[in-house]
């Protein structure tokens, strides 16, 4: 739950609460400060919290700000007050963005203040209604919501991102707005926390940008979907197999915490499907298909259904280019369980290749890192784009930055591949794109190692959609 704080008084104070209350949101949680308390009808008490008390005494102010706040709204009357309220929760609170409502023209100087004023928006909003003057922003277009500005917040997935690598089908970053300036942004231009950026689109797939970009690290398989979805072909995999799945599985079902679904496609031993439902609890949900339905509207079904967010598969299941093109286009990341311990795994590992989708998925792979609790380490051949490979390592380090997670470049003048195959054990993120559709045969003289995946087929791999 995100942490909100609302510091008001007055008329506007109150409508601005009331406007909170009404519009739902199941991600927030308000806390409000009042001088005097007033009583708001339909207020849950799961997400709104009051006090009542002066929010210009520090030592008040102080006990309700020891919370994370993502946002805080100063909508107070007095000037004065305005002025003493900021100071306080600037004594505890460095760097949280606030909101104030400026009736006076204020004079601020902090980045992460926006001050609103109220003659300009009430001004704006007038002038709407003059006849042969255009409207900015509020009511262009079809007024869908084909037009948007997010805030880039400091743990977005978006962060230290160019704009360039970011897959934009069926909408556009037009504008980005940083320290109250206008970019017109480039292929070039690096997303930054705290940027505003002006969003052209499809309102239903900006709205999924909007997810994405508010994404924080801990929230894997999220923005993809909730749940963990194992799938068993009992015509691909032996018994013994698919029990040592049902092991593996367990473990990455105990580290994401999401609701496990065991899916079932040609049923044959009875006592194998007996096991299988012996694991069926709260959190884990066995659907067996016992009519044969054809198996991409089953799976692409269910992806839907379940709000999938992980697949599961077995490498030989994974190794049928049938099944990869169907996970493919499920656009869900994939999880592949191979023959390698999955509790001696200590270490994450992405290697550059000769494209830019490793920025697409980067805060994918920092954020399975955290959640499994492994080291991560980037390998970088020499022989690559020197351009290209710098402008990732360097998205890779902001990251590392940001998430307060350390990451190992490692420079190698052989193929990575190679390297890689000498290690005891590790887990393999990579990008998945068309390459990895492709007739492993017909990659024999490739040097791409995205296409050389299978080269390393016997460590457990996770395969992770470059759009969004």
């Known amino acids: 739950m995100k942490k909100i704080l609302i510091i008001g008084d007055g008329s506007v104070g109150e409508h601005f609460i009331e406007r909170a209350i009404e519009t739902y949101s199941s991600e927030n949680i308000y806390?409000?400060?009042?001088?005097?308390?007033?009583?708001?009808?339909d207020a849950s008490p799961l997400r709104f919290k009051f006090f009542e008390f002066d929010p210009t005494s520090y030592y008040k102010l102080a006990n309700v700000l020891k919370m994370d706040f993502i946002?805080?709204?100063?909508?107070?009357?007095?000037?004065?007050?305005?002025?003493?309220?900021?100071?306080?929760?600037?004594?505890?609170?460095?760097?949280?963005?606030?909101?104030?409502?400026?009736?006076w023209g204020l004079d601020i100087d902090d980045r992460n203040v926006l001050l609103l004023?109220?003659?300009?928006?009430?001004?704006?909003?007038?002038?709407?209604y003059l006849p042969n003057v255009p409207v900015i922003a509020q009511n262009v277009g079809l007024a869908e919501g084909e037009i948007m500005e997010v805030l880039v917040?400091?743990?977005?997935?978006?962060?230290?991102?160019?704009?360039?690598?970011?897959?934009q089908h069926n909408w556009r970053i037009v504008g980005v707005y940083r320290e109250r300036k206008l970019i017109m942004p480039s292929r070039h231009t690096m997303i930054q926390p705290n940027d505003l950026l002006l969003l052209i689109g499809q309102p239903a797939v900006l709205k999924s940008v909007y997810r994405a970009i508010k994404r924080e690290l801990g929230q894997f398989p999220a923005p993809f979907g909730i749940n963990l979805y194992l799938i068993i072909d009992m015509d691909i995999d032996s018994s013994a197999n698919i029990i040592k799945l049902l092991r593996k599985a367990f473990l990455v079902?105990?580290?994401?915490?999401?609701?496990?679904?065991?899916?079932?496609?040609?049923?044959?031993?009875?006592?194998?499907?007996?096991?299988?439902?012996?694991?069926?609890?709260?959190?884990?949900?066995?659907?067996?298909?016992?009519?044969?339905?054809?198996?991409?509207?089953?799976?692409?079904?269910?992806?839907?259904?379940?709000?999938?967010?992980?697949?599961i598969v077995s490498r030989a299941l994974f190794a049928q280019q049938s099944m990869r093109e169907i996970l493919f286009d499920g656009n869900v990341p994939v999880f592949k369980i191979a023959v390698r311990s999955f509790s001696k795994i200590k270490e994450t590992v992405v290697v550059l290749s000769d494209s830019k989708d490793l920025e697409n998925v980067s805060t994918t792979v920092f954020d399975i890192s955290a959640q499994m609790g492994y080291n991560l380490e980037m390998f970088s051949y020499t022989n690559e784009q020197q351009e290209s490979r710098a402008q990732i390592i360097e998205h890779y380090n902001n990251l590392s930055s940001i998430f307060s997670k350390s990451i190992k470049i490692i420079e190698l003048d052989e193929n990575p591949i190679r390297v890689l195959n000498q290690k005891d054990n590790f887990l393999h993120c990579l990008p998945f794109s068309e390459?990895?559709?492709?007739?492993?045969?017909?990659?024999?003289?490739?040097?791409?190692?995205?296409?050389?995946?299978?080269?390393?087929?016997?460590?457990?791999?996770?395969?992770?959609?470059?759009?969004?």
């Open 71 to 103: 946002q805080i709204f100063i909508v107070v009357n007095n000037r004065i007050d305005v002025k003493n309220i900021l100071i306080n929760v600037r004594t505890m609170k460095k760097q949280v963005r606030v909101v104030v409502l400026d009736q």
């Open 117 to 128: 004023d109220a003659n300009e928006q009430l001004a704006s909003r007038l002038i709407d």
């Open 253 to 311: 079902h105990k580290r994401f915490k999401h609701t496990l679904i065991i899916k079932v496609l040609n049923p044959g031993s009875i006592d194998l499907l007996q096991t299988i439902k012996s694991f069926r609890k709260d959190t884990v949900i066995i659907d067996i298909d016992y009519f044969d339905i054809e198996r991409e509207q089953l799976i692409l079904r269910d992806l839907v259904q379940y709000q999938v967010g992980l697949v």
């Open 435 to 468: 390459k990895i559709l492709a007739n492993p045969l017909a990659t024999i003289f490739a040097t791409d190692t995205e296409r050389l995946y299978h080269r390393l087929d016997d460590y457990h791999q996770v395969f992770i959609p470059v759009k969004i």
């Open 153 to 167: 917040p400091f743990g977005s997935s978006f962060v230290y991102r160019h704009v360039g690598v970011i897959e």
């Open 31 to 41: 806390y409000i400060v009042q001088t005097r308390m007033t009583k708001f009808k």
